[in-house]
């Protein structure tokens, strides 16, 4: 498997450090033998070698000079994202570019342009997910291409493919989840007494809030994941823009203290219910009791909740956030890529 990067900043640099250290276990273990070719990235420039990159001189450069171009004797420096995805010998493109959730874009179009070429693509990116799932799902399809994008909702947590594949047969007739670990990190700091800015701060130290953290505070992140489980797991499109959406803004200490008085907690939830006519689906903070599957949920972990009509609730949780976790979530759609191509078959999608 020929693998190009477009975008690399600290998700793609951990998804190419696990194939370098993990790259003998893979073969092994899966019979996938992966080789990066070429990295494209608006701000550290673009490098590509048909016969392969190697995976430690790569990060060496762009961990000591911020730019990819400084790698040594490459066949060629500075394609674009879309020469790269057209002119490579890449057979799957890793999108990771920055989210742009209004727009989907550039994502889309790197997806679009990926299809055509008859390149799959894995992404972490909520954008063309949330917005474009039919359309660049049917492209790909009539490509012969997989579109992998487990890590849109908890990274590498696998709320998406656990009730697709192991979860199959049940109705899955309500979901619950914590989605995301910037508020729950916050909200979970300030019950330990921290001011909401000292812990937003902390939050973005470690790596966990969005590039813009309004995102994370108002809940927007959370309904972009809202809108694609509704989509994927639940079977019903929605428009994120059609979820009703509060976040934590108007929390404040008073409040979180008061609530653990009455052996409560806040949470920033997602619920996406099925009704008679379809779907209902918000995104608020809802004081729950402390014995509350959810309420012991702690820190940037995320967690979320299948009510099941055979098997019963299921709770899942782990990491929602972080680069090595989201890093595996890509890997997570590369085997299941390779998979689908060794069987011909789409069943594990
Ligand atoms: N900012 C997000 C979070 C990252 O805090 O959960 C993962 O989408």
């Known amino acids: 498997m020929k693998v190009a990067f477009v975008g690399f900043g600290g998700v793609g640099q951990a998804l190419a450090e ?31 070698d048909p016969d392969g990159l190697d995976i430690p001189s790569l990060l060496n450069v ?39 959730v209004q727009t989907g874009q550039p994502a889309i ?8 070429n008859g390149k799959s693509v894995v992404t972490t990116n909520k954008g063309p997910v949330a917005l474009k799932l039919d359309e660049l799902q049917s492209l790909a399809d ?11 909702v908890m990274s590498g947590t696998p709320a998406l493919r656990l009730p697709k594949t192991t979860l199959m047969g049940n109705d899955i007739y309500e979901v619950v989840g914590i989605l995301n670990g910037t508020t729950n990190y916050i909200l979970t700091e300030m019950e330990l007494g921290l001011s909401f800015d ?64 009455e052996d409560k907690s806040w949470k920033l939830l997602a619920r996406i219910r099925k009704t008679d006519d379809g779907i209902d689906a918000r995104v608020a903070p809802e004081k729950i009791d402390a014995n509350h599957p959810l309420a012991g949920v702690k820190g940037a972990t995320n967690a979320i909740l299948y009510e099941c009509d055979l098997s019963g609730p ?34 594990v999608r």
């Open 18 to 48: 696990i194939l370098h250290e993990k790259k003998e276990i893979l073969i092994k273990q899966y019979g996938l033998d992966t080789k990066v070719v070429a990295v494209s990235d608006l701000m550290k420039g673009a490098v590509y």
């Open 109 to 116: 179009d790197h997806c679009e342009a990926a299809f055509k």
């Open 62 to 100: 762009v961990r000591n000079e911020g730019r990819v171009d400084a790698y040594p004797n490459a066949k060629e420096y500075g394609f674009s994202s879309l020469e790269t995805i057209e002119k490579t010998n890449a057979d799957l493109i890793v999108e990771v570019t920055f989210t742009d």
């Open 198 to 261: 000292q812990a937003l701060e902390q939050a973005q130290e470690f790596g966990y809030a969005e590039a813009n953290p309004t995102s994370d505070i108002e809940g927007y992140d959370v309904r972009y994941k809202t809108a694609i489980l509704s989509h994927y797991v639940m079977g019903e499109k929605i428009s994120a823009l059609d979820i009703p959406c509060e976040g934590i803004a108007n929390l404040n200490g008073d409040m979180i203290q008061s609530a653990l008085e």
């Open 314 to 347: 299921i709770m899942l949780t782990g990491a929602g956030a972080g680069l090595k976790e989201t890093g595996f979530s890509l890997l997570i759609d590369m085997i299941h890529a390779h998979q689908v191509y060794q069987k011909n078959s789409s069943i």
């Open 142 to 152: 009539s490509h012969n291409c997989f579109f992998g994008f487990e890590g849109t």
